[in-house]
T-cell receptor, first 120, second 113 residues
Framework: AQKVTQVQTEISVVEKEDVTLDCVYE???????LFWYKQPPSGELVFLIR??????QNEISGRYSWNFQKSTSSFNFTITASQVVDSAVYFC?????????????????FGKGTLLTVNP | KAGVTQTPRYLIKTRGQQVTLSCSPI?????VSWYQQTPGQGLQFLFE???????NKGNFPGRFSGRQFSNSRSEMNVSTLELGDSALYLC????????????FGNGTRLTVT
């Protein structure tokens, strides 16, 4: 069974601080994908990034960066110089092929989310 | 490109009634997934449809059902509503391939009284 654990339930920081959201996952599959989503107060889940199990390169996109480590089954997300607009719930998610059928039977399992509050 | 559209945005129903929620995916996307979001359980997978066929199903009772039309639009139905069905119902579309990101709509907020 797949499982995604987001270590922090809530984080509160002051604007311009760096903040890291931790995500740990469990899977028996060798081929899987990891995602991060952002859910602002408006409710819509916004896709941020995707990583496949064969690509452990870290990625930086503006103030966002992601650290994927298969050895520790972690996929952590860092926001540098946080801003008030970063306040949201962030979800880590895992997608794996359930039946090893080449991708025709899979689902996305989400962590419980981390509520990030950035105070001015 | 238009995003995923869900209607209605808000619904208030009473116990025992049934409800139908609608989702229009991004043009070209053949997969539509439905999720239930509650404060206690978080985001839970309901089911996924691909080319009008239910391809995957979560662990929900049979009162929850769905369907997908030839134009990829999808509907979700909940019969005999219970108070615990109050939640944000999110629809997401994708190409349907493993690893393709889901693109979510704004959701339908269902309140059962």
């Amino acid at each position: 069974a797949q499982k995604v654990t987001q270590v922090q339930t809530e984080i509160s920081v002051v604007e311009k601080e760096d903040v890291t959201l931790d995500c740990v996952y469990e899977t028996r599959d060798t081929t899987y994908y990891l995602f991060w989503y952002k859910q602002p107060p408006s409710g819509e889940l916004v896709f941020l990034i995707r990583r496949n199990s064969f690509d452990e390169q870290n990625e930086i996109s503006g103030r966002y960066s992601w650290n994927f480590q298969k050895s520790t089954s972690s996929f952590n997300f860092t926001i540098t110089a946080s801003q008030v607009v970063d306040s949201a719930v962030y979800f880590c998610a895992l997608s794996e092929d359930i039946t090893n059928s080449g991708g025709s039977n899979y689902k996305l399992t989400f962590g419980k989310g981390t509520l990030l509050t950035v105070n001015p | 490109k238009a995003g995923v559209t869900q209607t209605p945005r808000y619904l208030i129903k009473t116990r025992g009634q049934q409800v139908t929620l609608s989702c229009s995916p991004i043009s070209g996307h053949r997969s539509v997934s439905w999720y239930q979001q509650t404060p206690g359980q978080g985001l839970q997978f309901l089911f996924e449809y691909f080319s009008e066929t239910q391809r995957n199903k979560g662990n929900f009772p049979g009162r929850f059902s769905g369907r997908q039309f030839s134009n990829s639009r999808s509907e979700m139905n909940v019969s005999t509503l219970e108070l615990g069905d109050s939640a944000l119902y999110l629809c997401a579309s994708s190409s349907g391939q493993l690893g393709s990101p889901l693109h979510f709509g704004n959701g339908t907020r269902l309140t059962v009284t």
